[in-house]
Protein backbone atom coordinates (compact mmCIF):
# COMPACT_ATOMS: atom_id res chain seq x y z
CA UNK A 1 0.00 0.00 0.00
CA UNK A 2 1.66 3.10 -1.50
CA UNK A 3 2.84 5.49 1.58
CA UNK A 4 1.89 3.63 4.42
CA UNK A 5 3.76 0.96 4.87
CA UNK A 6 1.05 -1.16 6.12
CA UNK A 7 0.75 -5.03 4.36
CA UNK A 8 -2.04 -6.69 2.04
CA UNK A 9 -4.42 -7.53 5.15
CA UNK A 10 -4.65 -5.55 8.74
CA UNK A 11 -6.32 -6.82 11.87
CA UNK A 12 -8.49 -4.54 13.46
CA UNK A 13 -8.71 -4.58 16.92
CA UNK A 14 -12.11 -3.67 17.68
CA UNK A 15 -13.01 -7.37 19.34
CA UNK A 16 -9.79 -7.32 21.91
CA UNK A 17 -10.79 -5.42 25.70
CA UNK A 18 -13.58 -7.47 26.84
CA UNK A 19 -17.39 -5.46 27.42
CA UNK A 20 -18.15 -2.47 25.18
CA UNK A 21 -18.86 -0.44 28.83
CA UNK A 22 -16.38 0.97 31.50
CA UNK A 23 -16.03 -2.56 33.46
CA UNK A 24 -12.46 -3.09 34.19
CA UNK A 25 -11.07 -5.44 31.23
CA UNK A 26 -9.47 -9.05 33.01
CA UNK A 27 -6.50 -11.32 33.08
CA UNK A 28 -9.03 -13.65 30.59
CA UNK A 29 -9.24 -10.65 28.05
CA UNK A 30 -5.43 -10.10 27.74
CA UNK A 31 -5.10 -13.56 27.41
CA UNK A 32 -7.59 -13.71 25.12
CA UNK A 33 -6.07 -10.60 22.78
CA UNK A 34 -2.39 -11.99 22.92
CA UNK A 35 -4.43 -15.55 21.06
CA UNK A 36 -5.60 -13.14 18.20
CA UNK A 37 -2.18 -10.94 18.19
CA UNK A 38 -0.15 -14.25 18.06
CA UNK A 39 -2.78 -15.37 15.67
CA UNK A 40 -2.42 -12.38 13.16
CA UNK A 41 1.11 -12.23 13.62
CA UNK A 42 1.87 -16.10 12.80
CA UNK A 43 -0.68 -15.31 9.50
CA UNK A 44 1.61 -12.80 8.43
CA UNK A 45 -0.37 -10.30 9.43
CA UNK A 46 1.84 -6.91 11.06
CA UNK A 47 -0.44 -3.69 10.77
CA UNK A 48 -3.09 -3.41 13.52
CA UNK A 49 -5.55 -1.63 13.60
CA UNK A 50 -7.31 0.53 16.48
CA UNK A 51 -9.38 3.42 17.51
CA UNK A 52 -10.00 4.88 21.03
CA UNK A 53 -13.74 3.93 21.29
CA UNK A 54 -12.69 0.41 20.98
CA UNK A 55 -14.30 -1.06 24.33
CA UNK A 56 -14.23 2.13 25.87
CA UNK A 57 -10.47 2.27 25.20
CA UNK A 58 -10.13 -1.59 26.61
CA UNK A 59 -9.33 -2.76 23.38
CA UNK A 60 -5.91 -0.29 23.43
CA UNK A 61 -5.02 -1.31 26.65
CA UNK A 62 -5.49 -5.01 26.32
CA UNK A 63 -3.25 -4.83 23.73
CA UNK A 64 -0.65 -2.45 25.67
CA UNK A 65 -0.31 -5.08 27.98
CA UNK A 66 0.52 -7.67 25.10
CA UNK A 67 3.57 -5.26 23.50
CA UNK A 68 4.58 -4.62 27.58
CA UNK A 69 4.87 -8.13 27.82
CA UNK A 70 6.46 -8.91 24.18
CA UNK A 71 9.93 -7.35 23.96
CA UNK A 72 11.03 -6.14 20.34
CA UNK A 73 7.34 -6.60 18.95
CA UNK A 74 6.64 -2.98 18.43
CA UNK A 75 9.35 -2.44 16.31
CA UNK A 76 7.77 -5.49 14.16
CA UNK A 77 4.30 -3.93 13.90
CA UNK A 78 2.16 -1.20 12.13
CA UNK A 79 0.51 0.96 14.74
CA UNK A 80 -2.98 2.78 13.36
CA UNK A 81 -5.19 4.59 15.63
CA UNK A 82 -8.39 6.66 15.08
CA UNK A 83 -9.76 9.31 16.94
CA UNK A 84 -13.10 11.71 16.48
CA UNK A 85 -15.92 9.67 17.55
CA UNK A 86 -16.92 10.22 21.88
CA UNK A 87 -19.34 7.79 22.88
CA UNK A 88 -22.47 8.67 24.73
CA UNK A 89 -21.85 9.09 29.15
CA UNK A 90 -22.27 11.49 31.28
CA UNK A 91 -25.57 13.10 30.15
CA UNK A 92 -23.95 13.56 27.10
CA UNK A 93 -25.16 12.57 23.67
CA UNK A 94 -22.75 10.51 21.27
CA UNK A 95 -21.12 12.77 19.35
CA UNK A 96 -18.14 13.88 16.70
CA UNK A 97 -14.91 15.79 18.00
CA UNK A 98 -12.41 16.61 15.81
CA UNK A 99 -11.51 20.07 17.42
CA UNK A 100 -7.90 20.42 17.75
CA UNK A 101 -7.48 20.19 21.56
CA UNK A 102 -9.28 16.98 21.69
CA UNK A 103 -7.20 15.65 18.37
CA UNK A 104 -4.44 15.93 21.14
CA UNK A 105 -5.64 14.60 24.20
CA UNK A 106 -7.28 11.79 22.35
CA UNK A 107 -3.94 10.73 20.96
CA UNK A 108 -1.92 11.53 24.33
CA UNK A 109 -4.74 8.98 25.34
CA UNK A 110 -4.10 6.55 23.38
CA UNK A 111 -0.70 6.22 23.56
CA UNK A 112 -0.90 6.19 27.16
CA UNK A 113 -3.24 3.00 26.95
CA UNK A 114 -0.78 1.29 23.94
CA UNK A 115 2.52 1.78 26.03
CA UNK A 116 4.13 2.86 22.92
CA UNK A 117 5.25 7.00 22.82
CA UNK A 118 4.78 6.70 18.59
CA UNK A 119 1.84 6.30 16.29
CA UNK A 120 2.50 5.05 12.65
CA UNK A 121 -0.74 5.89 11.30
CA UNK A 122 -3.39 8.44 13.15
CA UNK A 123 -7.06 8.10 10.82
CA UNK A 124 -9.53 10.74 11.41
CA UNK A 125 -12.54 8.26 12.31
CA UNK A 126 -15.53 10.50 11.17
CA UNK A 127 -16.21 13.77 10.01
CA UNK A 128 -17.30 16.43 12.50
CA UNK A 129 -19.21 19.22 10.94
CA UNK A 130 -18.48 21.71 13.59
CA UNK A 131 -14.08 21.44 13.38
CA UNK A 132 -12.82 24.05 10.73
CA UNK A 133 -10.04 22.19 8.34
CA UNK A 134 -7.23 24.77 9.36
CA UNK A 135 -7.92 23.77 13.00
CA UNK A 136 -7.63 20.04 12.33
CA UNK A 137 -4.07 20.24 10.17
CA UNK A 138 -2.58 22.33 12.89
CA UNK A 139 -3.14 19.74 15.54
CA UNK A 140 -1.90 16.93 13.06
CA UNK A 141 0.87 19.40 12.22
CA UNK A 142 1.90 19.22 15.97
CA UNK A 143 1.50 15.92 16.64
CA UNK A 144 4.08 15.30 14.07
CA UNK A 145 6.56 17.63 15.01
CA UNK A 146 6.30 16.16 18.43
CA UNK A 147 7.12 12.68 17.05
CA UNK A 148 3.60 11.79 17.95
CA UNK A 149 2.41 10.11 15.23
CA UNK A 150 4.24 9.23 12.13
CA UNK A 151 1.29 9.95 9.56
CA UNK A 152 -2.18 10.27 8.97
CA UNK A 153 -5.23 9.43 7.40
CA UNK A 154 -9.42 9.38 7.58
CA UNK A 155 -11.73 6.93 7.84
CA UNK A 156 -15.45 7.08 6.30
CA UNK A 157 -14.80 10.54 4.38
CA UNK A 158 -15.73 11.09 0.69
CA UNK A 159 -13.26 12.91 -1.69
CA UNK A 160 -14.50 16.52 -1.08
CA UNK A 161 -14.49 15.68 2.92
CA UNK A 162 -10.58 15.01 2.33
CA UNK A 163 -9.66 17.57 -0.34
CA UNK A 164 -10.84 20.00 2.40
CA UNK A 165 -8.84 19.21 4.81
CA UNK A 166 -5.89 18.53 3.18
CA UNK A 167 -6.12 22.13 1.50
CA UNK A 168 -4.84 23.48 4.70
CA UNK A 169 -2.45 20.48 5.19
CA UNK A 170 1.15 20.07 4.10
CA UNK A 171 1.39 16.71 4.99
CA UNK A 172 -0.54 14.08 3.15
CA UNK A 173 -2.96 11.80 4.02
CA UNK A 174 -1.99 8.67 3.41
CA UNK A 175 -5.24 6.42 4.44
CA UNK A 176 -8.76 6.23 4.01
CA UNK A 177 -10.68 3.42 5.24
CA UNK A 178 -14.03 2.61 4.36
CA UNK A 179 -16.83 -0.18 4.10
CA UNK A 180 -16.00 -2.69 2.20
CA UNK A 181 -17.20 -6.05 1.52
CA UNK A 182 -18.65 -8.10 -1.12
CA UNK A 183 -22.01 -7.63 1.54
CA UNK A 184 -21.54 -3.57 1.32
CA UNK A 185 -20.55 -2.95 -2.30
CA UNK A 186 -21.75 0.46 -3.02
CA UNK A 187 -18.51 1.46 -3.69
CA UNK A 188 -18.07 -0.44 -7.10
CA UNK A 189 -22.16 0.07 -7.63
CA UNK A 190 -21.58 3.40 -7.29
CA UNK A 191 -19.35 3.62 -10.64
CA UNK A 192 -21.56 1.23 -12.96
CA UNK A 193 -24.99 2.38 -11.67
CA UNK A 194 -24.20 5.85 -13.36
CA UNK A 195 -26.84 6.76 -15.77
CA UNK A 196 -29.32 4.15 -14.38
CA UNK A 197 -32.73 4.48 -12.27
CA UNK A 198 -31.09 2.57 -9.32
CA UNK A 199 -28.14 4.84 -9.19
CA UNK A 200 -30.83 7.22 -6.96
CA UNK A 201 -30.81 4.81 -4.24
CA UNK A 202 -26.71 4.66 -3.94
CA UNK A 203 -25.39 6.68 -1.74
CA UNK A 204 -21.92 6.23 -1.74
CA UNK A 205 -19.80 9.22 -2.74
CA UNK A 206 -19.16 9.18 -6.16
CA UNK A 207 -15.51 9.15 -7.31
CA UNK A 208 -14.26 9.13 -4.02
CA UNK A 209 -12.20 5.67 -5.12
CA UNK A 210 -10.89 6.83 -7.80
CA UNK A 211 -9.63 10.07 -5.74
CA UNK A 212 -8.08 8.31 -3.61
CA UNK A 213 -6.01 6.12 -6.30
CA UNK A 214 -4.99 9.17 -8.48
CA UNK A 215 -3.87 10.66 -4.95
CA UNK A 216 -1.77 7.89 -3.99
CA UNK A 217 -4.33 7.52 -0.67
CA UNK A 218 -4.44 3.84 0.64
CA UNK A 219 -7.93 2.48 0.78
CA UNK A 220 -8.74 0.01 3.57
CA UNK A 221 -11.85 -1.79 3.60
CA UNK A 222 -13.43 -2.40 7.55
CA UNK A 223 -16.26 -4.93 8.01
CA UNK A 224 -14.40 -6.77 5.00
CA UNK A 225 -15.24 -10.05 6.54
CA UNK A 226 -19.09 -9.35 6.15
CA UNK A 227 -20.13 -10.56 9.98
CA UNK A 228 -19.98 -13.72 8.87
CA UNK A 229 -23.19 -13.79 6.12
CA UNK A 230 -21.35 -15.50 3.39
CA UNK A 231 -19.16 -17.96 5.69
CA UNK A 232 -21.45 -18.88 8.39
CA UNK A 233 -23.98 -21.61 8.02
CA UNK A 234 -26.93 -20.09 7.00
CA UNK A 235 -27.23 -20.60 3.21
CA UNK A 236 -27.46 -18.06 0.58
CA UNK A 237 -26.26 -18.08 -2.79
CA UNK A 238 -23.56 -15.73 -2.63
CA UNK A 239 -22.55 -17.93 -0.19
CA UNK A 240 -22.13 -21.26 -1.62
CA UNK A 241 -20.42 -19.88 -4.67
CA UNK A 242 -17.91 -18.67 -2.12
CA UNK A 243 -17.58 -21.93 -0.75
CA UNK A 244 -16.95 -23.90 -3.88
CA UNK A 245 -14.51 -21.24 -5.44
CA UNK A 246 -12.64 -21.85 -2.12
CA UNK A 247 -12.21 -25.65 -2.64
CA UNK A 248 -11.51 -25.22 -6.04
CA UNK A 249 -8.54 -22.81 -5.20
CA UNK A 250 -7.44 -25.22 -1.97
CA UNK A 251 -8.32 -21.78 0.07
CA UNK A 252 -10.82 -20.64 2.96
CA UNK A 253 -13.84 -19.18 2.37
CA UNK A 254 -12.47 -16.07 4.25
CA UNK A 255 -9.79 -16.06 2.19
CA UNK A 256 -11.98 -15.28 -1.30
CA UNK A 257 -13.83 -12.88 0.18
CA UNK A 258 -10.48 -10.88 0.72
CA UNK A 259 -9.49 -11.93 -2.42
CA UNK A 260 -12.45 -10.16 -4.00
CA UNK A 261 -11.53 -6.62 -2.53
CA UNK A 262 -8.35 -7.09 -3.09
CA UNK A 263 -8.57 -8.65 -7.03
CA UNK A 264 -9.80 -4.28 -7.22
CA UNK A 265 -6.92 -2.33 -8.99
CA UNK A 266 -7.57 0.54 -6.11
CA UNK A 267 -5.31 -1.85 -4.04
CA UNK A 268 -7.63 -2.51 -0.86
CA UNK A 269 -6.43 -3.61 1.86
CA UNK A 270 -9.23 -5.47 4.22
CA UNK A 271 -9.17 -4.84 7.93
CA UNK A 272 -10.28 -8.50 9.59
CA UNK A 273 -12.05 -7.79 13.00
CA UNK A 274 -13.33 -10.98 14.36
CA UNK A 275 -11.12 -11.85 17.61
CA UNK A 276 -11.80 -15.42 16.89
CA UNK A 277 -8.00 -17.15 16.11
CA UNK A 278 -9.48 -19.82 14.17
CA UNK A 279 -11.11 -17.18 11.69
CA UNK A 280 -7.78 -14.98 11.47
CA UNK A 281 -5.86 -18.07 10.37
CA UNK A 282 -8.54 -18.69 7.94
CA UNK A 283 -7.29 -15.43 6.57
CA UNK A 284 -3.59 -16.22 5.84
CA UNK A 285 -3.75 -17.20 1.88
CA UNK A 286 -4.98 -13.45 1.72
CA UNK A 287 -1.79 -12.43 2.82
CA UNK A 288 0.76 -15.00 1.06
CA UNK A 289 -0.61 -15.47 -1.55
CA UNK A 290 -1.98 -13.02 -4.53
CA UNK A 291 -5.65 -12.64 -5.17
CA UNK A 292 -6.51 -15.71 -7.52
CA UNK A 293 -9.58 -15.09 -9.01
CA UNK A 294 -10.24 -14.28 -12.73
CA UNK A 295 -12.33 -11.64 -14.19
CA UNK A 296 -15.23 -14.12 -14.42
CA UNK A 297 -14.97 -15.32 -11.09
CA UNK A 298 -14.90 -11.57 -9.10
CA UNK A 299 -18.02 -11.05 -11.37
CA UNK A 300 -19.63 -13.82 -10.53
CA UNK A 301 -19.68 -12.86 -6.82
CA UNK A 302 -20.42 -9.49 -7.31
CA UNK A 303 -24.14 -10.85 -8.87
CA UNK A 304 -24.27 -13.57 -6.66
CA UNK A 305 -24.16 -11.23 -3.86
CA UNK A 306 -26.89 -8.85 -5.63
CA UNK A 307 -29.07 -11.29 -6.61
CA UNK A 308 -29.91 -9.46 -9.65
CA UNK A 309 -27.93 -9.13 -12.82
CA UNK A 310 -25.65 -6.09 -13.44
CA UNK A 311 -27.58 -2.95 -15.67
Known amino acids: MTGTGVGRVLYGCMGLGGTWDDNPYTAADVRHAEAAIGAALDAGITAFDHADIYRHGKSEAVFGEVLAASPGLRQRITLQTKCGIRLPGNGRPGHYDLRGPSILRRVEESLTRLRTDSLDVLLLHRPDPLAGPKEIAEALDSLHRQGMVRRFGVSNMSAAQIAHVQAH ?139 TPLP
Open 169 to 307: LDLPLVVNQLEMSLHRRDWVEAGVLLNTTAATSNGFPHGTLEYCSANGIALQAWGALAQGRFTGSEPNPAGELVRRLAARKSTTPETVLLWWLQRHPAGIAPVIGTARPDRITACRDAVRREPELTHEEWYELWIAARG
